[in-house]
Nanobody
Framework: QLQASGGGLVQAGGSLRLSCAAS????????IGWFRQAPGKEREGVSF????????NYADSVKGRFTISRDNAKNTVYLQMNSLKPDDTAVYYC?????????????????????WGQGTQVTVSS
């Protein structure tokens, strides 16, 4: 099971760090994606990190502001979000593919992921 945490209410320009923790299994060898869903919109890919952290991807809308990282020893993946904008307001989810070592063909495709956390709300006020 994945659990996302760290969301909250922040003013524009502020920062938050989201965490994605796993319980019941090890995140080792799993690629992890962060997604978000705003009201009335489809879930969209925000960022992706490979199992060893050697490869990262970001949506154009967050490049230069968000940083994904992982600490496999702590069984946790992080999303550092800086310079937050009101458009970043959404529920943020972390997700993993069904199989260890599976690399999504399209990292931002929600159908490539099997395990999903419950989501954490991020609200950015203007």
């Amino acid at each position: 099971q994945l659990q996302a945490s760290g969301g909250g209410l922040v003013q524009a320009g502020g920062s938050l760090r989201l965490s994605c923790a796993a319980s019941g299994f090890s995140l080792d060898y799993y690629t992890i994606g962060w997604f978000r869903q705003a009201p009335g919109k489809e879930r969209e890919g925000v960022s992706f990190i490979s199992s060893r952290g050697s490869s990262e991807n970001y949506a154009d809308s967050v490049k230069g502001r968000f940083t994904i990282s992982r600490d496999n020893a702590k069984n946790t993946v992080y999303l550092q979000m800086n310079s937050l904008k009101p458009d970043d307001t959404a529920v943020y989810y972390c997700a993993a593919p069904a199989e260890r070592s599976c690399i999504p063909h399209v990292w931002a495709d929600v159908d490539e992921y099997h395990y999903w956390g419950q989501g954490t709300q991020v609200t950015v006020s203007s």
